[in-house]
């Protein structure tokens, strides 16, 4: 059985191009290139198959169309991967910032660019994917005794004196449940989300994942918020099985795993 091909960074390629065509608004022939090599990936993407060598080349594409004529470089870190046996799937995407000058004349410091961004490291700790079975009703009080999904951000800038940034950040739901016979309905999955940033805790309203909002890919916004430079943030979600779920959940299951989106901006 041929292996079909991996898309996901030709997806993250495209996400890149659509938000920068939506500000573009100067540069005629880069506007230009961007949707020549958007056409052809749409193309690709339509047709019955396609090889991994013919998606690479979409991707590649998008990327070189990014690219000013004066060299002002699109900055993009990518660390995503895929733990493929009871992990979590991380991304670091969508980073694409215009570079100007590698220093900033009036306070002289660095400014975030190329180079300086490469010394910028963003961590994640990792947890398992997380899978709901042979799930018991029980009431919010005994659900929040439930053991929690912890798992954190990180972000550091130490090796480079002075540089200004901010990381803005989202903590998504992936949902993987297309092996699963009968899914449960994600009106009875509660949860309550707790995360610790600067010393500081904050506790999130009870809610279910029905209450989240889908996002473009087909993962489901938990939350999002912007970190400081040199800063860690910690999350901690418990989850548990809504009391008012009817008997016919039973023998029911859901798997999901936290996919985080992370962008380093100007401040």
Do not use: H
Request: include cysteine.
């Amino acid at each position: 059985m041929n292996k079909l091909p991996n898309l996901d960074k030709l997806n993250e390629a495209i996400d890149v191009a659509e938000k920068v065509l939506e500000k573009e608004e100067n540069s005629k022939s880069k506007i230009k290139r961007i949707n020549k090599a958007l056409e052809k990936a749409y193309a690709l993407l339509n047709r019955d198959s396609y090889t991994q060598k013919e998606v690479n080349k979409c991707t590649s594409d998008i990327w070189y169309a990014l690219r000013d004529k004066n060299d002002i470089m699109i900055v993009l870190l990518f660390l995503f991967g895929f733990l493929l046996s009871g992990a979590l799937v991380f991304t670091v995407s969508e980073i694409y910032i215009f570079l100007e000058n590698n220093w900033d004349p009036n306070n002289n410091i660095p400014v975030l660019n190329e180079e300086t961004s490469k010394l910028i490291t963003v961590n994640y700790k990792e947890t398992n994917i997380v899978n709901l079975e042979n799930l018991m009703t029980v009431s919010d009080d005994e659900g929040l005794k439930n053991t929690p999904q912890t798992f954190e951000i990180s972000n550091d800038s130490s090796k480079v004196g002075g540089i200004d940034y901010k990381v803005n950040y989202s903590v998504n739901i992936v949902e993987l449940n297309d092996e699963i016979d009968r899914v449960l309905d994600k009106k009875y999955i509660k949860y309550q989300l707790t995360y610790v940033e600067d010393g500081k805790e904050v506790v999130s309203p009870i809610g279910t994942f029905e209450d989240l909002e889908k996002n473009p890919d087909g993962s489901y916004l938990l939350m999002d918020g912007t970190q400081k430079k040199d800063s860690i943030t910690s999350f901690k979600v418990v989850i548990w099985l809504s009391a008012t779920a009817p008997n016919e959940v039973q023998n029911t299951a859901y798997m999901f795993a936290f996919k985080v989106n992370a962008v380093i901006v100007k401040p």
